[in-house]
């Protein structure tokens, strides 16, 4: 596992052989490190629970929250929410082709 992170413009890349990388783009960092096209602004909405902007196909669990998004060629799954108003989620799984991203959420911050 890996971890990216951007504070202000600095973006780093930690986890990976050869140590931390650093790089303005994160989405080039990853490409280069990786070999995966991961759309990080598409992943910050899904990880929020809404569709990116863009066409989608959305299907909901029994509690009326998402339970998939289908976008730009990418499954995103929904495992697990956070039991505070409004819900947010805690497990989000999002794959295409062989590519696959986990993302747990220990804790969301109220802003």
Do not use: H
Not at 17 to 23: A, F, K, L, P, Y
Not at 83 to 95: D, G, H, Q, S, Y
Request: proline share 6%; no cysteine.
């Amino acid at each position: 596992s890996w971890r990216l992170r951007q504070v202000g413009d600095r973006i780093t890349l930690e986890g990976l052989d050869g140590g931390i990388r650093e790089g303005a783009d994160a989405e080039a960092l990853l490409m280069q490190a990786t070999g995966w096209r991961i759309p990080l602004t598409a992943m910050a909405a899904w990880v929020r629970g809404v569709r990116a902007s863009g066409p989608a196909d959305l299907s909901f669990d029994e509690f009326g929250l998402p339970a998939t998004i289908r976008q730009d060629g990418w499954a995103v799954e929904y495992r697990g929410w956070s039991a505070r108003e409004p819900a947010l989620p805690t497990k989000v799984f999002a794959r295409q082709g062989p590519a696959s991203v986990k993302l747990v959420v220990e804790k969301w911050e109220s802003p």
